[in-house]
């Protein structure tokens, strides 16, 4: 078993994201390998453009609760997610978008960020992710 980490990224809901981005960053920053495995709503946040679209969790209400948290997010500092983002990719952090769900969704490689994606995989690049890892989530 490596010191990996393997996060599912099933949820699209930007507080989730957030979790995601900011556990794997931690884990990267403390020198062990992540992988986000995304799928379902979680992969319509790799569309171009989707990245800042989303609700939350909770307390959405009309998007009024998004933008009192982004807003409590900036006056504390913590970065976007675009930057979150942008760390994770820069401190060698391994994006895998779910064919499968691709399918089932109606999504075409064409409708998503190229950039961030390092491999197209299925239930079986999760599973073998997965039993490498020492650490595995599901957000």
Same mark, same amino acid.
């Given at each position: !078993?490596?010191?990996?980490?393997? @996060? ?17 960053? #931690?884990?990267?920053?403390?020198? !062990?390998?992540?992988?986000? *495995? %995304?799928? &379902?709503?979680?992969?319509? =946040? ?12 909770? !307390?959405? %209400?009309?998007?009024? #609760? +998004? +933008?009192? @948290?982004?807003? =409590? ?14 760390? &994770?990719?820069?401190?060698? #952090? +391994? @994006? ?5 769900? !691709? ?9 998503? =960020? ?5 491999? *197209? ?5 999760? @599973?073998?992710?997965? =039993? ?5 989530? %599901?957000?």
């Amino acid at each position: !078993m490596e010191d990996k980490t393997t @996060i599912v990224v099933q949820s699209g809901d930007m507080d989730k994201l957030y979790s995601a981005l900011i556990i794997s960053n #931690g884990s990267l920053a403390m020198g !062990m390998e992540v992988s986000l *495995y %995304f799928t &379902f709503w979680g992969l319509l =946040r790799l569309k171009k453009g989707g990245l800042n679209k989303g609700p939350l969790s909770k !307390m959405n %209400f009309l998007s009024l #609760g +998004r +933008r009192m @948290i982004l807003s =409590r997010m900036k006056k504390n500092n913590v970065a976007s997610l675009d930057h979150l983002l942008d760390d &994770f990719k820069e401190l060698g #952090g +391994r @994006i895998i978008a779910c064919e499968m769900t !691709m399918g089932i969704m109606g999504i075409q490689r064409s409708d998503l =960020r190229e950039d961030l994606i390092d491999e *197209y995989g299925a239930v079986g690049t999760y @599973i073998k992710e997965a =039993r490498d890892s020492n650490i595995t989530l %599901f957000i």
